[in-house]
């Protein structure tokens, strides 16, 4: 027999859930194991990334790159997004071959909205900040630093990523290409 | 002074010319200061008031139209004590005020407000000698902002020349309407560890570097599905490098023989199919034997690089130093095109160019290194190759008794030349030894 479970364990223990799902995630990426990084993807996914521009403290709705509408740095379905795995399998991708060094760092993470209330949702917003650090060849070398907001979809009993913005904390971007992913 | 270190008759280029910080500060001068540079597009200050910060060569401008409707390009700099008069990349004002001592400026540039001026300065301060520093002269064509701090440069258009033809492959609508084309919202921008020579030539017409896109072509990424481009349109046309070696300017073009049927593209998406396939028609319609010229890539010297069809784009290699070139990359459309038209364009565009782009980060990739590799003691040495396709090019190219302006070589057989890049360095030599614009006019 369980014994019920309070309103706060059921949280605490949610948030355990998607930590560990995102740090799965992470480690996925790390290894290289993007087809299966790919299937954590839902086929409905929405996978993008925003510029961002300065502007004055008081205009900051103009500060990103709008959705659908603007040129941002990623905007990606699940069809796309296994085109860039297929293009880092190829061994002829010169900008990953040799392959960079790359680790996540993930923190942060904090769970903004969940659906249906109760012990057992199956979508999460979901925010979290990164820390990318790529080593290519010899001394090349990008930290790249920002949030990510999440959706998260219980799929069959696991979760899947429905939606993710990425935005990062610069406006000329400091590293010449983004072969890596988010 | 140059001698030894470009010979475009021979076909060699030394390196220095891509790491000497020397070289470098000559061209800031003798290049940068000179010559005519993109700026922007219209449709990025449509409204009296509206700005946009951009860049010439390593100096930062406002590029903004005034209370009376008329764009100026002025040095981002305070003519007090030189900070930045805007810092914001975009949007809408009635005045630019310096934040260290206040000194403030109206959109057409001028003095409006010195903090406590009358008993600061007394009578002394002329206002009217004080107004921002503004470039020598500025021009609109068919939406793309053009500007050059030398007021002895050639109109815009005599510096254009010839190349009108092909730079209007990318500003003219699909349908062969003149103009008509507006920038999508949001600039990429970015860093390359290397000299802004390389993505210049690159582009000028650098069709041999396809099998560093290998990888691209395997997965696929073109509109109709499969490939990274519309390859029926090519294999069907004569490959063509245009150069004028006199002005410094270059573009890969196709040319589809006169009888070709319309080859479907975009075949991802029927919507966009269809808008494409009536653009053509009425675009056969309008402009007739010329319908029968389609854009690549190409250069406008010194740093501005239209990619005419498939994406639709502009770059600008802004210089920073010897060692790094900060990229700017607009992308265009129609701008009465329909949303879904626009939408499907925008997403196959980012998907393609730009440093996320599938096909652009592998060149990346290759300046950086290439670049790196050519900073040593040693390697430095040893001057590139670019005999390629030496003396195959004619000034007096007709294909079915359409001319086309431009020293051109056919290259449908050979796949590749470096005719453009010559053509390139050529130009580059004659800014670097001319003290000035009447003596690169002199016969």
Redesign the interface.
Known sequence: MNAPVSPELARFLLKQEVEEFLYREAELLDERRYEEWLALFTEDARYW?P?R????AG?GG?EF??E?????????GKA?LG??V??LR?G????EEPPSRICHMIANVQILSAQPAGPSPTEVGVKSRFLIYRNR?ET?TDVLVGKREDLLRRVDGRWQIARRKIILDQ?????????FFF | MLDGLVDVERGIVSREIFVSEELYRQELERVFARAWLFVGHESQVRQPGDFFVSSMGEESVIVCRDGAGRVRVFLNSCRHRGMKVC?????HTVEFTCPYHGWSYGTDGALVGVPFAKDAYGPRLDRTRWGLVEVAQMTNYKGALWATWDPEAPAFLDYLGGYKLYLDLLLDAWDGREGGTEV??????????CNWKFPAENFSGDRYHNV?H???D????GPSGKGRRDMQERNQARWLDVSFPDLGHSMIVFLRPPDAPIAPAYQDAPDVAEYFRRCEEERQRRRGAQARLFGGPGTIFPNTSPLARQPRTLAVWHPRGPHQT?VWRW?LVDADAPAEVK?FL??Y???YS???G?T???D???W??AHGASRGTIARRYAYNYEMGLGRATARFEDHGLALPGVIADVTEANASEHNQRGFYGRWRQLMEAASWKELAAP
Request: hydrophobic letters at 35%; a negative charge.
């Open positions: 990334m510029m521009r300065n502007v004055p205009e103009r790159t709008r659908g509408t603007d040129v941002n740095w990623f905007d990606e796309t085109r860039r297929g293009q190829t002829v991708h010169w900008a060849v090349e406006s000329v971007l400091l590293t010449k290409n983004l072969t | 810092r914001y990349d975009e949007g999508i919202g949001g600039v990429h921008k970015w860093l390359i560890p560093s290998r990888s691209v395997l997965v696929g990424i900060e992308y939408d925008r997403q565009y980012i998907r730009g440093p996320a599938l652009e980060q592998d990346m990739e290759n950086n290194y």
